[in-house]
């Protein structure tokens, strides 16, 4: 049977791919973040993110380089990878939002809609469900909302202040904004030339009310790799994801 919804979903990506990698060092010394491994899996970061996309319906991805973006590009160019692949190159820094604008400018498709992510981001959740939802919501732009685990061992107590229980890592009781989006056709047009859209043009919409939030399935994988601790634990649970 076919699928009503096929045909209003992107087909069409952005990774943001140009950070520094600061908190990732040593790792990030010699390759950009996207090009950090997962440890056991032999994979980097963005080679897990474009298999997603793929499996998601995804046949173009325009990645924006940055740091190192020869050793991505090397990368890119040698791999057997399961969708077509531009890379883009800011000349000078634009700031997230203007980079976001500049990328969006190499898509094949400019009158159709498009999904966005961080190059840090290690997920799996139906990018279809999302797409369905913006949809739904006659949104300009959704993104996906997480809710991490917080670092720190919570207590609970009773209403006489008795402790009654110790919860290990437990998840944050905010949504965040989970680093992944789907953005409708001429949406780049709102972003700024330099700066953050996060500080411009998304406070805008949702005054508006035309930016939705999508909350990532409960059970569904996201973790953001930020530092050395997170590659540990994203190999942790890898671990326990595959027995």
Not at 194 to 219: N, S, V, W
């Amino acid at each position: 049977m076919t699928d009503p919804n096929a045909a209003a979903r992107p087909v069409q990506a952005v990774i943001l791919a140009g950070g520094q990698g600061s908190r990732l060092r040593p790792y990030t010394d010699d390759r950009p973040k996207p090009m950090v491994e997962i440890p056991g899996t032999g994979t980097p970061i963005i080679g897990h993110q474009l298999t997603w996309l793929a499996e998601e319906g995804v046949t173009d991805v325009v990645v924006s380089c940055g740091h190192l973006a020869d050793v991505l590009q090397k990368w890119l160019d040698t791999s057997d990878l399961p969708v077509r692949v531009t890379t883009v190159v800011e000349s000078e820094p634009l700031g997230r939002g203007g980079g976001l604008r500049y990328a969006a400018g190499y898509l094949p498709h400019p009158d159709r809609p498009w999904y966005a992510t961080n190059g840090d981001i290690w997920t799996r959740f139906s990018l279809r469900d999302m797409a369905d939802f913006h949809t739904e919501r006659g949104a300009v732009a959704t993104l996906a909302l997480a809710r991490p685990r917080i670092p720190w061992g919570a207590v609970k107590t009773d209403g006489f202040g008795h402790v009654t229980d110790f919860i290990e890592a437990p998840p944050s009781t905010f949504e965040i904004n989970a680093g992944v989006y789907v953005f409708s056709a001429g949406f780049a047009e709102m972003l700024p030339e330099r700066g953050d859209h996060e500080r411009t043009t998304f406070p805008r919409l949702a005054r508006e009310r035309r930016l939705a939030g999508f909350p990532i399935p409960q059970g569904a994988y996201w973790r953001a790799i930020d530092t050395a601790k997170d590659l540990t634990e994203a190999a942790k649970e890898l671990a326990t994801l595959v027995r």
